[in-house]
Nanobody
């Protein structure tokens, strides 16, 4: 069983930055893929960024060049550095683990991840 706890969300103005963290505990058979997802009010959950143990990363087109996913294996922590934030980045951000490995890295699909955190709210005002 894997437990994921996100932190670092908050309210910022457009152009600002936030750094999300996800602390992971527990045992999992598959540790290769982790990711960040978000859900805006009234919309479905979508992939933001994923990272494989080999360092491969995938990003949604909407965040490329602004967000960076990384992890500290020694501390079992996943990060998402978010710069140049826009109002459309507003939403609940979720950390996910035990994702599906695909060619080139990790899937960005919501159904492909087995464990989820409770989420942390990010609000970007214009």
């Amino acid at each position: 069983q894997v437990q994921l706890v996100e932190s670092g969300g908050g309210s910022v103005q457009a152009g600002g930055s936030l750094r999300l963290s996800c602390a992971r505990s527990g045992y999992s058979y598959s540790t290769y893929c982790m990711g960040w997802f978000r859900q805006a009010p009234g919309k479905g959950r979508e992939g933001v960024a994923t990272i494989h143990d080999d360092g491969s990363t995938f990003y949604a087109d909407s965040v490329k060049g602004r967000f960076t996913i990384s992890k500290d294996n020694a501390k079992n922590t996943l990060f998402l550095q978010m710069n140049s934030l826009k109002p459309e980045d507003t939403g609940m951000y979720y950390c996910a683990a035990e994702g599906l490995t695909v060619i080139g890295g990790c899937s960005m699909g919501v159904p492909d991840f087995g464990y989820w955190g409770q989420g942390t709210q990010v609000t970007v005002s214009s």
